[in-house]
């Protein structure tokens, strides 16, 4: 890919110095600026790739005995159904772990006092689950404030003994100021200002409390609905984050920057507390979080084991909310750090780990300007003039092999580094981006706000097949109100711009930006192959991602319901997903 760029950046200046003497190349430059753009996404991991030279040794241990470090999950909440909160407290409170030194915080940020009630019933078996709330804060700070909260409330707590009389669940919810750490007797209701304490069934058994109390050694995270066990067959909308999990995060911790993927993960309280708490400067905490803890001189580990499955969104507005948060956070964490160079959060990063962060943020700033491809790939198309610039056949016929060796594979149905979600969903992030980053508010700006996926109502129930709305309120909901038509009608345009190109060979009275002298076979074979046949295509990848708006609405994916999906388990009752929705499903 250097080789092509460095070659095809060669003739351009040649043909721009000696050809045309400084003018009628300006659309070339801007074709090259965009392909720049579209194929560096994919370009810079592969760098990255070169760099990992091995894979680091990171075995599956398990804990033995009863002497293990202190540990409190922390459960994140917000709106979600309450069967799925449900089902996740139970599968974390079946972990093999000694009671009194394993405990799990279900932190509510939805202030459900249905939520509240039932939680209380594990707690006849699990005595040591606890329900944690807050009041709305004043200054938004989402799902970071919420594990904030969580934190502070799981260091106050007192341990109970074991075995211990099973205490009743108490509902934590403090309005915390930065910084302050409430006492264990701070508390406000679920819903109310005031200050008090709500107990379930009985009182609290003081004799519980260990005296002496310490911070737990460890805090661990998860999510009421992480990823994935219902994702449907073909993944229309590119919803498995294998290629991230699987190949993407390996990398990066074979070069000292392992990221935080939000749920799965165990950290040292120390470490946590010693950067001031979940990030809140970022919408995504937990990527924040795991370059905040490498920057001040920690390091993060990646261990390829799959030990948790959820729920990805149901809808595509659900998706598409999600992704294009990921986006924005991304992009703050980015600014933030100032790309890696900040001396305040990047001091103790070293060459490998600035330039795997580096990467990373650049991929989020690159999808903004895919996005104009849209708009450029028409009108390339319309206008007859030619991707790439050349002087002689032989320039041509080196860059076309280059080309075709460094991103002539093109499979349409197999995404490389999810390059085809971020195609379709540019127009998506490009507007998420100019609302809260370029736009004031008097033109439409808008600050960057969280809302959990789970929580999202799904109205079209666009999965359920027996349930599911009309195929004509699909169509009106996702293209007019999540704006697909978009889409629709570029596709239009662009294969009305394919069908001029390949017209205009055999009618040169059409008018162009460029003109056959001679009609000869070999002319037009170039012409062709110069407008619609470069590699890697990029008007007929665009084509395809635009194809997946309208195609969901028309046939949306079967997914069975949770009932179907997951089985109980004999001894324990707790659900779990069944093995074969485990894996990622194709059909013929």
């Not at 039932?118 to 944690?132: D, L």
């Not at 106050?156 to 205490?167: E, G, H």
């Not at 920057?295 to 390829?304: D, L, S």
Request: charged fraction near 20%; charge should be neutral.
């Amino acid at each position: 890919m250097l080789a092509y760029f460095g070659f095809r950046l060669y003739t351009l200046i040649y043909a721009q110095a000696y050809v045309y003497h400084g003018g009628k190349l300006g659309l070339a430059w801007v074709f090259l600026l965009l392909e720049i753009a579209t194929l560096l996404t994919n370009g810079l991991p592969y760098g990255l790739r070169a760099l990992a030279w091995h894979r680091p040794n990171r075995p599956h241990l398990r804990l033995e005995g009863d002497d293990v470090p202190t540990v409190d999950v922390l459960i994140t909440s917000c709106g979600e159904d309450i069967d799925v909160i449900l089902d996740t407290v139970l599968a974390a409170c079946s972990t093999d772990c000694p009671v009194d030194r394993f405990r799990i915080f279900l932190c509510d940020d939805g202030r459900s006092e249905e939520v509240c009630n039932r939680i209380s019933a594990p707690r006849e078996k699990y005595p040591n689950v606890y329900y944690v709330s807050r009041p709305k804060p004043e200054i938004p700070d989402y799902k970071a404030g919420n594990l904030n909260n969580g934190l502070h409330h799981s260091r106050a707590l007192p341990r109970i003994q074991a075995p211990s009389p099973q205490p009743p669940a108490r509902v934590y919810s403090a309005k915390l100021a930065r910084n302050d750490t409430p006492s264990s007797s701070e508390s406000t209701s679920v819903s109310g200002d005031e200050i008090k304490e709500k107990e379930l069934d009985h009182e609290w058994n003081s004799s519980a409390e260990v005296p002496g109390h310490e911070p737990s050694e460890f805090v661990a995270g998860l999510d009421a609905d992480m990823t994935f066990y219902d994702t449907p067959t073909n993944d229309p909308l590119t919803q498995n984050m294998l290629q991230f999990a699987g190949l993407t995060e390996s990398v990066n911790d074979s070069l000292g920057h392992a990221d935080c993927l939000g749920s799965g993960y165990v950290m040292r309280r120390v470490t946590v507390e010693a950067i001031g708490g979940f990030p809140i400067e970022s919408l995504s905490e937990d990527v924040c979080c795991s370059a905040k803890l490498l920057g001040a001189g920690w390091k993060t580990v990646f261990v390829q084991e799959f030990l948790q499955y959820g729920s990805v969104p149901a809808s595509y507005y659900a998706h598409v909310k999600q992704r294009t948060r990921w986006s924005i956070g991304h992009i703050q964490t980015a600014l933030l750090f100032r790309f890696r160079t900040s001396s305040k959060f990047a001091k103790h990063l070293d060459l490998r780990q600035k330039l795997t962060g580096i990467t990373f943020d650049l991929r989020q700033f690159m999808q903004i300007p895919t996005a104009f491809n849209y708009a450029f790939i028409p009108l390339s198309l319309y206008a007859g003039y030619p991707l790439v610039i050349w002087n002689t056949e032989f320039q041509l016929s080196i860059m076309g092999w280059v080309a075709a060796i460094g991103n002539g594979e093109y499979d349409v149905r197999i995404s490389s580094y999810d390059s085809e979600l971020e195609q379709w969903l540019g127009p998506y992030i490009l507007n998420s981006f100019v609302r809260p980053f370029i736009l004031p508010k008097r033109f439409g700006g808008q600050a960057a706000g969280f809302k959990s996926t789970g929580s999202i109502a799904d109205n079209l129930a666009e999965r359920d097949r027996n349930n599911r709305a009309s195929v004509w309120r699909r169509m009106y909901d996702i293209l007019w109100h999540q704006r697909g038509l978009f889409h629709v009608i570029f596709k239009f345009v662009c294969l009305g711009g394919v069908a001029l190109t390949c017209v205009r060979p055999v009618h040169p009275d059409i008018p162009s930006a460029y003109t056959l002298s001679q009609r000869t076979y070999g002319n037009q074979m170039i012409y062709l192959i110069t407008r619609i046949g470069w590699p890697p295509a990029v008007w007929l990848q665009f084509l395809h991602a635009s194809l997946v708006p309208p195609l969901y609405a028309l046939f949306p994916p079967r997914v069975p319901p949770r009932d179907e999906v997951l089985i109980a388990d004999p001894k324990t009752s707790i659900k779990y997903p069944r093995p074969e929705v485990m894996r990622l499903k194709r059909s013929a």
